[in-house]
């Protein structure tokens, strides 16, 4: 037993160097994701700050305009840090702030799954009701369009929006808020060793 310590503490020993690839693919995967979003919202800028100010059909938040700007900001310049890995906790914490309002005024009522799985055991009432829905589409697809071209780079499926996405990116910024943008791999260590 003491052997298998020994060899656990020098492969930890010698991999301690390589901590900082696991921030960075975080903050790699996070980066694209984050300055697409805001590069949609200002791209489409009047029909977004329609959206989040319409409380009938839109998320209905006070001053919409103001928000769009901040959300698509956020989004585009902090997917900008993120892929520098500077002031990357910094940065981590408006980007969950953005996500908590994805997750309770855009997804939180249609549960759970980002796409439609009757089969999932987190499977709500209207995921239920996609089936039939899928069905059809698929009867319409298959009767009056060419399914197989269709369907070839992967399944048909219903998107149920729900808070899979936002709730996943939520904790990988968390995690980034807490390990920082990573050893070796960002300008916030290069910094920080500069300053001390």
Do not use: C
């Amino acid at each position: 037993m003491q052997a298998l310590i020994q060899t656990w503490q020098r492969v930890f020993a010698a991999t301690q160097s390589l901590e900082g690839l696991a921030p960075l693919a975080i903050r790699l995967y996070l980066a694209p994701v984050f300055m697409q979003a805001g590069w949609n919202k200002f791209s489409a800028f009047s029909d977004t700050v329609a959206w989040f100010g319409n409380p009938e059909w839109g998320l209905g938040l006070p001053f919409p305009t103001l928000m769009v700007i901040l959300a698509a900001g956020t989004e585009l310049v902090g997917g900008l840090l993120l892929i520098l890995g500077l002031f990357t906790r910094l940065i981590s914490l408006p980007l969950m702030v953005t996500m908590l309002v994805a997750i309770f005024a855009v997804h939180w009522s249609n549960g759970w799954l980002a796409i439609a799985d009757t089969s999932s055991w987190l499977a709500n009432e209207q995921v239920m009701a996609s089936a039939e829905k899928l069905e059809r589409g698929r009867a319409i697809l298959q009767e009056h369009g060419n399914y197989d071209w269709l369907t070839s780079s992967g399944n048909f499926v219903i998107l149920n929006n729900g808070i899979e996405f936002g709730a996943t990116y939520f904790v990988m910024l968390l995690a980034l808020y807490f390990l920082g943008g990573g050893r070796y791999t960002s300008l916030d260590y290069f910094l920080s060793r500069k300053a001390s």
